[in-house]
Structures are given as structure tokens and as C-alpha cells.
Nanobody
Framework: QVQLVESGGGLVQAGGSLRLSCAAS????????MGWFRQTPGKEREFVAA????????YHADSVKGRFTISRDNAKNTVYLQMNSLKPEDTAVYYC???????????????????WGQGTQVTVSS
């Protein structure tokens, strides 16, 4: 079992930056592949980025590629999402999630992540 807590959300103007953090407790984060997802009211949860347990492979949705970067610091048991050049359409609740590395499915498949944080709100004003 692992508990995840996101932080770093807030209100920012378009073009600005935020860095989200996801801190884990209960189990070492290096055991898991990690993902960031986001959701707006009335829409399904959307894949944003993922990073393999070793940190060697990262994946980003086309909508955020070149603007967002996922990273991890296993020594600090924390995963980050650096968000630059933010747009109003990035407004959402952002969730971090953990899955076992042996999961045989796409990193984009939210159903394969058994552990989720409570989410942090990101609002980008135009």
C-alpha cells in the first residue's frame, strides 16, 4: 500500500509555470511506475505524463509535450510535474497515480493504476 499526496497547484496566468509534487508514504516510490492525470468536470480522466520506476523512460501526452516534464527523485520519494507555458485549457484537477512495473498495459490506461492521490487544482487564467 502507498499513500500519495499532491501539492503545488494554484492559480496562474496563461504563459506561467507551476511545479506539482507528489509525495509518497507507506512504501518506497521506486517500486512503482508513476503517472500524472488530469480531469475537468464532466470529462473523463486524461493522461498527462508517466515515468517508469527506474526513471529511465518518460511519456507525455501530445497536448503537453514540450511544455510539461515529469521527473522523479526516488531518494525523496517524490514525483514532479513541471508545467511551463500554461494555457487555459490546462485548467483541471491534477492527480498522481502509482502502478506496479509489471503492469502489461499502456501507461495511459488509468484503470491500471491502483493508487491515487486526492488531486490538486490547477487554474490557468487567460
Amino acid at each position: 500500500q502507498v499513500q500519495l499526496v499532491e501539492s503545488g497547484g494554484g492559480l496562474v496566468q496563461a504563459g506561467g509555470s507551476l511545479r506539482l509534487s507528489c509525495a509518497a508514504s507507506g512504501r518506497t516510490l521506486s517500486t512503482f511506475d508513476m503517472g500524472w492525470f488530469r480531469q475537468t468536470p464532466g470529462k473523463e480522466r486524461e493522461f498527462v505524463a508517466a515515468i517508469a520506476w527506474s526513471g529511465g523512460n518518460t511519456y507525455h501526452a501530445d497536448s503537453v509535450k514540450g511544455r510539461f516534464t515529469i521527473s522523479r527523485d526516488n531518494a525523496k520519494n517524490t514525483v514532479y510535474l513541471q508545467m511551463n507555458s500554461l494555457k487555459p485549457e490546462d485548467t483541471a484537477v491534477y492527480y498522481c497515480a502509482a502502478r506496479w512495473p509489471t503492469t502489461a498495459s499502456s501507461y495511459r490506461d488509468s484503470d491500471k493504476y491502483p493508487y491515487w492521490g486526492q488531486g490538486t487544482q490547477v487554474t490557468v487564467s487567460s
